[in-house]
């Protein structure tokens, strides 16, 4: 059986409240300015890279992987209709195979969906469209029978927007983190550490629940208490003390005599010696801290800097700039967003 999917990844996020340590307020940063955060990487991965993994073993024979980039504007010349393009064509070229199924994934949550069960769910149902649900709404995972799309008319995206009213709901249960914040980014490293969620850290368990990728440096006089993970050509200086639940990513450095407590320092990131990091995500020179809400912008080298050791990561992203994204910093809980709404016009019901 010929399955194929298209992971659609949202832009970046961006936060209201900055702070700048060099000239009192600062705007438009986003955090990281890197990467959409389905590339940040969570114990060693990204959530896009682990869900390709999975998809594979599943025996998905075709995956492509489309950056959203202002989607739902497809005038010509637009970075929406770039989009379009990309889509019907990948669309276009499953068709020729004699797709029997294909998956629309919005690589923004993350979820430990049984894909398997969910395939099998569409089959026996004999439904054209199906999509997940949990307790709290819709979520961006959808199976499509094959012959709809190939049978239909007009454009593949308006085939999809007739089945939309047809489609059929999977309830899913199990662990799921929308991944609206830097917050829930945070909450969901903290849960795969503490065995909450089924993440595998990528490295070795040098003891109980303390993870070491490979290359990875720590000083004999540091103190690391699990949960940990210390990542690829990383390095704890002497007398640094890890605990409370972080994650140090590959290629980062932290500065003798520091202190992390229940904090993420994102990939190439250099934290300062003597300095006390507690319930924080750093990524090189900024800080999200996380109970006050606020992002930091420090333009002290010796504090917060991007870190370049021999054989360091760097995350393949869009350059600075490319994406343009909305602001998430209220406390309170966003509402569901519109499902796959570039799909469907939006003075009408979405998915």
């Known amino acids: 059986m010929h399955i194929g999917a298209i992971l659609t990844v949202p832009t970046g996020i961006r936060l209201q409240h900055v702070v700048s340590n060099g000239n009192g307020h600062a705007s438009g940063l ?156 945070h909450g969901l490293v903290t849960d795969a550490l503490l065995g909450r969620a089924a993440i595998r850290p990528l490295g070795h368990e040098i003891r109980a629940n303390v993870w070491l990728g490979e290359n990875a440096r720590i000083d004999e006089s540091a103190r690391i208490v699990a949960p940990a993970y210390i990542g690829r050509n990383s390095r704890v200086n002497g007398d640094c003390l890890i605990s409370g639940a972080c994650a140090v990513e590959q290629g980062s450095e932290i500065g003798f005599g520091t202190t992390l407590d229940n904090s993420c320092v994102l990939p190439t990131t250099y934290v300062g010696p003597g300095l006390r990091v507690c319930g924080g995500v750093v990524y090189q020179q900024t800080l999200f801290h996380l109970a006050r809400n606020v992002q930091l912008q420090f333009h002290d080298r010796r504090l917060l800097e991007k870190a370049f050791p021999p054989g360091a990561f760097c995350p393949t992203a869009a350059p600075h700039g490319t994406h343009q994204a909305r602001s998430r910093c209220s406390k309170s809980r966003p509402s569901s967003p519109r499902t796959f709404a570039f799909l469907c016009d939006l003075d009408h019901t979405s998915l």
């Not at 998809?55 to 989009?83: H, K, M, R, T, Y």
């Not at 195979?97 to 569409?122: N, Q, S, W």
């Open 30 to 185: 986003s955090f990281p300015s890197t990467a959409p955060m389905a590339h940040w990487e969570i114990l060693g991965k990204s959530v896009l890279d682990r869900l390709r993994e999975r998809l594979q073993a599943l025996g998905v024979s075709e995956i492509a992987v489309i950056g959203e980039q202002n989607a739902g504007e497809d005038q010509p010349g637009s970075q929406g209709a770039v989009f379009w393009t990309e889509w019907n064509a990948v669309i276009s070229r499953y068709v020729q195979f004699d797709l029997a199924t294909l998956l629309l994934v919005r690589v923004g949550p993350y979820m430990e969906l049984d894909i398997a069960d969910f395939l099998r769910f569409h089959r026996e149902t004999s439904s054209a469209m199906t999509q997940v649900y949990d307790a709290e709404g819709a979520l961006d995972v959808v199976a499509i029978d094959g012959k709809w799309l190939a049978e239909g008319t007009g454009t593949f995206r308006s085939r999809l927007q007739t089945l939309i009213p047809k489609h059929k709901r999977f309830l899913f249960r199990g662990y799921c983190n929308r991944l609206a914040d830097v917050r829930d980014f």
